[in-house]
């Protein structure tokens, strides 16, 4: 099932012959794809998509439509070729789930430029924004993908191909009824772990409580991934954020303690997952 509509760039291995009604990088139009597991494990619920605010001014649509096509791609069926999409071979690649609007990802980058950075996030201006820095500051190693980060990693990635996946700052959800929807679950900890090399790393941050309780009580459901605690001095990847995105600064404001969680990739193979589309 092919649902990109992003442009069919020769540039972008990853992209599709574009619908001439949606602009480029848009969203398919319906009910977003999820995957159905039958693994026994929990996973997260979607929502409908929804944004109050989405709208671009004019000079980050001209820089969207000219840079898309190289730098990004929409949640599809289709595995990414993540050596021809950076023009390179053997580089080191992270994945970060719910990038926001990319100002840690961006300040990251160019300590990390020896590694491939994917930025995975829904909301639209998120995503312009870090172009422009992208953009604005040469920054070769970032790419953006559109789209749910369980879905993405679910269709667009190859067992053990990653490095590294960073999920800074998700959504608390934190109404009981919607626990449901909270990307921390044994699920998607066990989708994550496949989706990593032997040693790679799973870095998480909260500063909401209560979800840094509910995360600390999954930290050994995974036997894929072994728990190093925070801090890890001896962690192969940058851990460090370098900046204090809006957010987390509003979270330091109310007195809020961040809590970050590292895991590490064990050796043991990962037994095929089974799942369907809904």
């Known amino acids: 099932m092919n649902i990109s509509d992003t442009s069919n760039s020769p540039e972008n291995p990853n992209s599709h012959p574009e619908n001439s009604e949606q602009p480029v990088g848009s969203l398919p139009f319906g009910r977003p794809l999820q995957s159905e597991f039958n693994d026994g494990l929990d996973y ?3 929502g409908s998509v929804s944004f109050r605010r989405g709208t671009l001014t004019e000079n980050q649509e001209k820089m969207w439509e000219e840079n898309w096509p190289r730098i990004g791609t ?6 990414i070729d993540i050596d021809q999409w950076f023009g390179r071979t053997g580089a ?3 994945l970060e789930i719910g990038s926001g609007t990319g100002t840690s990802t961006a300040a990251m980058a160019p300590l990390e430029a020896d590694t491939n950075i994917i930025a995975c996030e829904l909301y639209k201006p998120g ?6 820095a992208a953009v604005r500051e040469n920054l070769d190693n970032i790419r953006m993908i559109r789209g749910d980060g369980v879905e ?8 053990a191909s990653l490095d590294g996946v960073r999920i800074y700052f998700p959504d608390p959800w934190p ?4 626990h449901k929807r909270r990307i921390i679950q044994s699920g998607v900890l066990h989708l994550i772990a496949t989706r990593l090399k032997p040693g790679g790393v799973l870095h998480v941050a909260t500063d909401h409580a209560d979800y840094a309780e509910w995360i600390a009580e999954l930290v050994n459901v995974e036997p894929l991934l072994e728990f190093r605690g925070w801090p890890w001095p001896e962690c192969p990847q940058l851990t460090h954020r370098q900046v ?6 509003k979270g330091l404001k109310k007195d809020h303690v961040i809590t970050e969680f590292l895991w590490q990739r064990t050796d043991q193979p990962a037994a095929e997952t089974e799942h369907t589309d809904v």
């Open 44 to 46: 997260p619920r979607l």
């Open 74 to 79: 929409v949640l599809s069926d289709e595995l």
């Open 92 to 94: 080191k690649t992270i």
């Open 127 to 132: 995503l312009a924004k870090l172009m422009g």
């Open 152 to 159: 993405v990693l679910n269709r667009m990635f190859r067992p």
């Open 175 to 178: 109404k009981a009824r919607h």
């Open 244 to 249: 204090i995105t809006k957010f987390e600064g």
